[in-house]
C-alpha cells in the first residue's frame, strides 16, 4: 500500500477529522497551540510567516520534513468529497451528521483506489464568470500589482510555467483552497518553484498594512495550484478532480448557495451587478 499522508489545516479546534486526515496547526509559532494537531513550527519552517502564507506554512513545513508516497492537503471546514454526484464544483453543510459523514467523506479503501491511478487530485475548478485575472485584480483586498509581480517572477525563475500560466490567468476555471493530493514526484517540483517565486516576492512587495491584503502570499499560492495543475496536464500528468465538501457552514451561505449556485447565470448576473456598483 501506498504511504499516503494529507493533513488538515486548522488554526483553531475543530469539528471533524476526515478518515486518514492529519490535524496540522497552521501558525504555531505565532499561537497557542491546537489539542490534537502537529505543529508546522518543527524542523525547518516558516511558521512565524503564517499571516503573509496562510496554510501554506504547512505545505513548507511538511515538504522539509515529512517523508511520504503521497502528500495532501485540505482545510479544517473544506474536504474532498467521496459523492461525485453533488456539485457543481462544491457542496455545502451544516455540522456533519454521522450518515453525511461516512457518505460525503472519502475512506482509507478510496484514497488508496485514487492514489494508485492518478498523480494529482485536486478540487473540482470553478466557473467564475470572469477570467482568473481580472477576478484576482477586482476582489476585495487584492492588488494589481501583486499579481503582476508574481507572474514577473514565475517567468523570470520557471520560464517552463509562461504558457501555462498566461493559460490560467486568461480563462475562467479557477482551483481554490490550496488543496489537492500529490504524488512526491509532482510535491516536490510543486514546493521547490513555489516558495523560490514567493522568496523574492517578498522582497519586493509592496505591504498594503491591514491583515487581509497582507495574507498576499497565500492568495498567490492558490493561483499558483492552477497554473501548476495546468502545467502538469499538458505534459502528461494523470489528474482527477474531486467535488469539495464544504462544513460548518451558517444558514445565510448554505441559503445563498441555493439561491444563486456555483457557475449560474444567476450568480454570474449578481456578481456582474455588484462589481458596476463598486
Known amino acids: 500500500m501506498s504511504d499516503i499522508k494529507i493533513f488538515m489545516c486548522c488554526h483553531k479546534p475543530y469539528e471533524t477529522v476526515p478518515p486518514m486526515c492529519i490535524p496540522i496547526q497552521c501558525g504555531s509559532a505565532l499561537n497557542q497551540p491546537v489539542e490534537g494537531a502537529a505543529a508546522d513550527d518543527i524542523g525547518e519552517n ?115 510555467l509562461i504558457g501555462a500560466m498566461d493559460k490560467y490567468l486568461s480563462q475562467n476555471r479557477q482551483y481554490f483552497c490550496n488543496m489537492f493530493v500529490m504524488s512526491g514526484k509532482y510535491f516536490f517540483e510543486y514546493c521547490e518553484i513555489l516558495f523560490a517565486v514567493l522568496q523574492e516576492f517578498d522582497k519586493r512587495k509592496t505591504v498594503h498594512g491591514d491583515f487581509q491584503s497582507d495574507r498576499t502570499d497565500g492568495y498567490l499560492g492558490e493561483i499558483f495550484t492552477g497554473i501548476y495543475v495546468g502545467y502538469c496536464s499538458e505534459n502528461g500528468a494523470r489528474i482527477k478532480e474531486l467535488p469539495r465538501l464544504d462544513t460548518e457552514c451558517p444558514v445565510k451561505k448554505r441559503l445563498l448557495y441555493k439561491l444563486l449556485p456555483p457557475e449560474s447565470k444567476r450568480r454570474f448576473l449578481v456578481k456582474r451587478l455588484v462589481k458596476r456598483k463598486g
Open 46 to 160: 516558516i511558521s512565524a510567516k503564517n499571516r503573509e502564507y496562510c496554510e501554506l506554512t504547512a505545505h513548507y513545513c511538511v515538504w522539509k520534513n515529512v517523508t511520504a508516497d503521497y502528500y495532501g492537503f485540505c482545510h479544517y471546514r473544506r474536504f474532498f468529497c467521496a459523492d461525485e454526484t453533488v456539485g457543481p464544483p462544491y457542496t455545502v453543510r451544516g455540522t456533519l451528521s454521522e450518515k453525511e459523514y461516512g457518505k460525503l467523506l472519502l475512506n482509507e479503501e478510496q484514497w488508496q483506489r485514487l492514489v494508485r491511478k492518478y498523480d494529482i487530485i485536486v478540487p473540482r475548478s470553478e466557473d467564475m464568470g470572469l477570467s482568473t485575472r481580472e477576478h484576482y485584480c477586482t476582489s476585495r483586498f487584492h492588488y494589481t500589482e501583486d499579481l503582476e509581480l508574481f507572474a514577473e517572477i514565475l517567468r523570470e525563475k520557471s520560464p517552463q
